[in-house]
């Protein structure tokens, strides 16, 4: 069964902190890992990894992918209170069909 | 503008009553998800759809169906035979079915049974 594992399950920083939100997985047949922002409603999609050690960048948030050892990593830096969000992990596992199993998510508070 | 609507935000209903969950997509996607939230869990995959008049189970189908006969539209049926309905409802689409995009979603509807 595939697996996707946050951590941490929750975290509270101040602003202007950095943090990083981890991601680990175990899946049968990996073809790309994403990343997504949860404010209140809709997840909207910050990040797509398919190839390991290469960072993609957006402002002051980063992810990158380690396919041997099988994780990824989320690093928001100069946090901000509008980064407070539930950050969701998700991988396809490419078995066929796009399917996306995902984690159960870090949830982000950031107080001034 | 482009996007994905959800229909209603909120829906109560009460236990052994069949409910359906709308979901619109104008992004001219060809394949098109539900997916149910509860608290603390992920996203867990319900049903999805590669094409018009195609369906496939999820991991979690039992007590729900779905229907694909236009493009635009993949509405959910909450049946009474679904032991456990009060969730979130998240609908998302992709341009293909095939991977290597990402899933654009809907805003969602709260679904509550009693």
């Known amino acids: 069964e595939d697996k996707v594992v946050q951590s941490p399950l929750s975290l509270v920083v101040h602003e202007g902190d950095t943090v990083t939100l981890n991601c680990s997985y175990e899946v049968t047949n990996f073809r790309s890992l994403l990343w997504y922002k949860q404010e209140k409603k809709a997840p909207t999609f910050l990040f797509m990894l398919t190839s390991s050690g290469i960072e993609k960048k957006s402002g002051r948030l980063s992810s990158i992918l380690d396919k041997k050892e099988l994780f990824s990593i989320l690093n928001i830096t100069a946090t901000q209170t509008g980064d407070s969000a539930v950050y969701l992990c998700a991988v396809d596992s490419g078995a066929g069909s796009y399917q996306l199993t995902f984690g159960k998510g870090t949830k982000l508070s950031v107080i001034p | 503008d482009g996007g994905i609507t959800q229909s209603p935000k909120y829906l109560f209903r009460k236990e052994g009553q069949n409910v359906t969950l709308s979901c619109e997509q104008n992004?001219?996607?060809?394949?098109m998800y539900w997916y149910r939230q509860d608290p603390g869990q992920g996203l867990r995959l319900i049903y999805y759809s590669q094409i018009v008049n195609d369906f496939q189970k999820g991991d979690i189908a039992e007590g729900y169906s779905v229907s694909r006969e236009k493009k635009e539209s993949f509405p959910l049926t909450v049946t009474s035979a679904q032991k456990n309905p009060t969730a979130f409802y998240l609908c998302?689409?992709?341009?293909?079915?095939?991977?290597?995009?990402?899933?654009?979603f809907g805003p969602g509807t709260r679904l509550t049974v009693t």
């Open positions: 992004l001219n996607h060809d394949a």
């Open positions: 998302a689409s992709s341009i293909a079915g095939t991977g290597g995009y990402e899933q654009y």
